[in-house]
């Protein structure tokens, strides 16, 4: 059996999920090593073919900046030669790819051959990537990849557009485990549950899901909930407080039954300035709920416009609140959007996506 390692954040991020989904699927054919700083969060490692290799970060106070690439490239070349490893795969360029790239370097002085698979997640590349200050060390680590994969053609041509890269780069989208039951058939509930779920970054624009639900509250009877944690998640329930909206908005933190909450909600809200994907929309689709969002980045590939939920111009909180009361309040509609919705989640089933993983994987094994 063929041996795969890869290297991901562990947190709560689209990429980490991305990530530990897609070795839990692999892990029927493929002894799959996670070589991370902690145990996923989303890793499930009953199969007894998932390994978890610990990157141990050197803590020094000389060091104000702890050197994670260095213990991570160490532990990269440590995992394939103790596990005589086929392939790396990186999620995330900034800095996986960069660290991947040497650790293959360190390995063929030692005549051992190894290719790289890097997949560029969004933010690595349309955020940071694309600073100055790390742009021509991700550049170098993206031409050095032995395949280079992008989550959406948008992802794939931004990254054309920032960076001089000479490899072609190979769309494979974010997917979703059909094989969990996912309750696809709503009917709406009489105080309607509108959902939000990020990692409170600027660039969620969570004060926009705040205005939006506002409006569609001043016609209807609903609720808002949201889940996650970061940087603006303070200023955004102070944003609802000053709305007097404290009875109608429940902010949650993180949660790890999402599923749950998915199976009870009517509608989502993804007002994000960008987002390559939206691995967050597709989890609402699978369970047959629509999504609100702007028309930035991925989205527009995943959201079709007035076929399975509806998209808008980044800061345009009333066509959002429109588009939400018009869905919410008219049941034919909601129907036939919801089961489109699911309807267009099944084509970026688990099984189907994680076979082009494998197809291209076969194309680098020695
Ligand atoms: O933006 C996030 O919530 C986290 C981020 C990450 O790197 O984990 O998500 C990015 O990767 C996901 C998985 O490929 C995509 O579905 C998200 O759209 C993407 N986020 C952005 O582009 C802002």
Redesign the pocket.
């Known amino acids: 059996m063929k041996s795969i390692g890869i290297v991901c954040?562990p947190?709560f991020?689209?990429?980490?999920?991305?990530a530990s989904q897609l070795g839990m699927g692999l892990s029927e054919n493929y002894n799959v090593h996670f070589i991370c700083y902690e145990k996923p969060v989303k890793l499930n490692m009953s199969s007894p073919n998932i390994f978890f290799h610990k990157v141990d970060i050197p803590i020094y106070p000389l060091f104000e900046y702890p050197p994670y690439e260095l213990a991570l490239t160490t532990r990269i070349v440590e995992v394939v030669q103790n596990y005589n490893l086929d392939l790396i795969h990186v999620h995330?360029a900034i800095p996986h790819a960069y660290a991947a790239v040497n650790a293959q370097k360190i390995l063929s002085e030692q005549h051992v051959y190894i290719p790289i698979v890097t997949?560029l997640?969004?933010?690595?590349i349309?955020?940071v990537g694309k600073s100055p200050n790390v742009l021509s060390a991700v550049n170098y680590a993206i031409n050095s990849s032995s395949l280079v994969t992008a989550?959406s053609n948008s992802?794939k041509s931004d990254t054309l557009q920032y960076f001089d890269i000479k490899n072609d780069i190979k769309v494979i989208p974010?997917f979703i485990d059909f094989s969990i039951n996912r309750n696809s058939f709503h009917n709406l509930n009489k105080r309607k549950k509108i959902l939000h779920i990020?990692?409170f970054?600027p660039?969620?624009r969570t004060l926009d899901v705040v205005e939006i639900f506002s409006i569609i509250n001043q016609k209807i009877d609903c609720e808002l909930v949201m889940i996650g944690d970061g940087p603006d998640l303070e200023k955004t329930r102070s944003h609802a407080l000053s709305k007097g909206l404290e009875s109608s908005v429940n902010f949650i933190g993180y949660s790890k039954q999402i599923d749950l909450v998915l199976e009870t909600t009517d509608l989502f809200l993804l007002p994000?300035?960008?987002?390559?994907?939206?691995?967050?929309a597709?989890e609402a689709m699978s369970f047959g709920v629509p999504v609100i969002s702007t028309s930035s980045?991925?989205l527009p590939e995943l959201v079709i416009d007035n076929f399975n939920g509806y998209t808008s111009s980044v800061g345009d909180v009333e066509k959002m609140a429109k588009n939400s009361i018009n869905l919410l309040s008219n049941n034919n509609l909601y129907k036939e959007i919801s089961f489109n919705a699911y309807e267009t989640a099944k084509k970026y089933d688990l099984r189907l996506i994680v076979s082009m993983y494998e197809e291209s994987y076969k194309e680098l094994f020695k």
């Open positions: 954040y947190t991020g689209g990429s980490g999920i991305i995330y997949t997640h969004g933010t690595d349309t955020l989550v992802l974010n990020s990692n970054r660039v969620k994000s300035e960008t987002e390559s994907f939206g691995l967050v597709l980045g991925g």
